[in-house]
């Protein structure tokens, strides 16, 4: 008797153990469905934020970097002015008051506004002290009359050029002026220190901005700047985190080397005993740098 009762509590307490382990299984399941909805519905993850942490906050360091490194790198400061008559003089002094510096030229020839069509064939000469050469640039310059998006004439023209190049050494320059086709309009021209000429600041900053830019769209997935700066020191193991210190390191490479482009001047064109060329990347706004 007592072997039965034993076998039929036994086939009670399985019974009740199944039971017990499908309502937790179905509550388990529930409780998965809802965590994915909410995870669907809010694309919010801890764990998702604290791994992407570290590659956020130095990817909009970096932006800003690169980007202050840009602004400042390009900025200008007027050092000379100039305006020639052409049909008097082809040529004007300048001074320029720093050594192996960047200088950028902006010269505009004028052109009668009744006249079209009207060409120059416009070189620009620099000349040291003891009229040497030291560079030379050559651009077309043109004005004409085309219809505009509503048939009516309209005067089109490009009668600026700009260019840069580092001069070996301050002091008096000049500068002359040809034009192959005798147009002898008066040329009015600025002269400024192109601080450093950070030629890959500008690439890199947009790429990192554009990189930066997905972190922040995607706030509400993987959590906001200042969430995951908060976070920073409750990650332990970042120190031991191979791809972040790769992250790193790549990033720092990158800006070491766009530094020392900016302060070398490397890819601009130079003037002085070994004239250079301007790189492949410089922006030459149709400018023939003859060296």
């Known amino acids: 008797m007592s072997q039965y009762l034993g076998s039929e509590r036994a086939r009670i307490e399985q019974t009740q153990r199944r039971e017990a382990f499908r309502r937790n299984s179905q509550l388990n399941s529930f409780r998965e ?32 970097l690169f980007f202050i490194s840009w602004i400042v790198s390009n900025s200008k400061s007027v050092v000379d002015r100039f305006a020639i ?14 050594d192996k510096t960047l200088y950028w030229f902006d010269l505009t020839q004028n052109f009668s506004s009744g006249q079209v069509p009207l060409y120059s064939e ?6 040291d002290e003891n009229y ?11 004005q004409e009359r085309h219809a505009d998006d509503d048939g009516r004439a309209k ?19 000049y500068v002359r002026i040809f034009s192959y086709n ?12 192109h601080n450093s000429g950070g030629l890959y600041f500008g690439f890199f900053s947009i790429l990192i901005c554009a990189l930066s830019l997905i972190f922040l769209l995607g706030a509400t997935h993987w959590g906001s700047p200042s969430m995951m700066f908060r976070a920073l020191p409750k990650i332990k193991d970042i120190r031991k985190n191979r791809r972040f210190f ?3 390191v790549t990033f720092c490479v990158i800006y070491s080397v766009s530094l020392i482009i900016a302060i070398t001047h490397y890819g601009y064109a130079a003037g002085g005993d070994k004239t250079v060329l301007p790189s492949f990347f410089h922006l030459k706004h ?6």
Not at 37 to 60: D, V
Not at 85 to 98: A, D, L, Q
Not at 155 to 173: M, N
Not at 182 to 193: H, P
Request: net charge negative; no cysteine; glycine share 6%.
């Open 33 to 64: 469905m809802v965590g994915f909805t909410n995870r669907n519905n809010k694309g919010y993850s801890e764990f998702r934020m604290r791994r992407l942490a570290p590659f956020a906050i130095t990817t909009h360091f970096f932006a800003v």
């Open 85 to 98: 008559g052409m049909e008097t003089s082809h040529m004007t002094k300048i001074k320029v008051p720093e």
């Open 122 to 127: 416009f070189e620009v000469e620099i000349l």
């Open 132 to 142: 040497d050469h030291v560079y030379s640039v050559y651009k077309d310059l043109w």
């Open 155 to 173: 005067v089109y023209s490009d009668t600026r050029i700009e260019f840069e190049v580092e001069l070996p050494k301050a002091g008096e320059y």
């Open 182 to 193: 005798n147009n002898y309009g008066s040329v009015m021209g600025t002269v400024a220190i």
């Open 246 to 248: 790769i992250f790193l």
């Open 286 to 291: 149709s400018v023939i740098y003859l060296g």
